[in-house]
């Protein structure tokens, strides 16, 4: 639009106040997603370059999205620069683009009309995302998303669980409308996931079969091609408190490739997942993981097995395994005369200091107890 080609061009750093909910149409996040990093809940956009996302921020009144960071002395954050226009975000219509900003270098969708389409009906320009390829270490199940700092001192945060996620509609660019996409080929193998109704405390477990799912099935189309793959994954998800949503989700991926995305973007299937997790994901797991993890005991002599699942408890609680009072919850869960000897012997500081420590003496009470018990 000529009004957002002026904001740019006239673009000023401020500090704002960033947003604190998802609360923004499809057709203006774009390809952005509301995601929460290090407990900084807010818009990101994936960069295919950096390999990470972009913490990102809507100017409502200005009608453009800038990069934005947070400044740690005044504890605020400020916008840098408007977010390039590859980023494929919006605002886009929702009725037929007719034309472009020739004015406009970058190329913004324009609100003129060429005089001499008057009277003609107008073809939409087909709308796709911009495609990026995920590595396959950003396909790997991680427990925490670490953020980096770019050349230019811009934060980055890395891929999580899942890869990265698109907000909603295409994005800029033109195309031509993918060909149907060629029949299936193999058969489906393996245990297919159980259709998850809506309890959002098995939202996870579903996430999870339907990975393994798509694992023992790398090469059938059904799962490979993201718009088949988001499909199948919605034909698991059904009953009364989901199915409103399912059908939304199948439109709008319908919507899509009708109106050019091809089949085989993987933004489509990114978007759905986002969707999901967003709508179903436990909210009270946290809350639930915090209360849990001062409620842990040490039973028995089998260390290993506590330390996996406080390690798993304190993590799903949000909590640093290095951070002091973890590894003082941690101590007070561990026998007595464990803790002293550690303390005693090995002076840990950090998780993986104390849990070698703790292991080293447990080792030696299980071995003197046998000579004990042998001895008698």
Known sequence: MASTSRARATFQSELIERSTEDNLPDHVKGAAIYKSFADQEGYYIFDKNLQGYIPIHYLKDRRIWVQINYDDKTQSWFTTEPAPLEYSLGPYRSKPIHGIDVDSSEGELADTEDPTDKGKQVTPTPQIFTPYAMTSTQAQTTTTAHATTSGSGLTIQSIPLGGGGGGGGGGGGRGEVPAVPPALTGKLGGNPPKEFHGDREESKAFLLNFLLYRGMNPHVEQLTIPYQRSMTFLSYIQGPLVNDW????????????????????????????????????????????????????????????????FATTARKAGYDLDGEATLDVFQRALPYKLVANCVKFDHPVTWNDWTHAARHHQQEYIYLKERVKGGE
């Open 246 to 309: 399912v059908e939304e989700q199948a439109q709008w991926l319908i919507d899509q490739v009708t109106g050019g995305v091809p089949h085989a973007e993987e933004n489509l299937w990114a978007t759905i997942e986002t969707r999901f997790r967003q709508a179903y994901t436990d909210t009270a797991e946290k809350q639930k993981a915090q209360h849990n993890v001062w409620e842990l005991k040490m039973r028995g002599d089998d260390l290993d097995g506590f330390i996996a699942q």
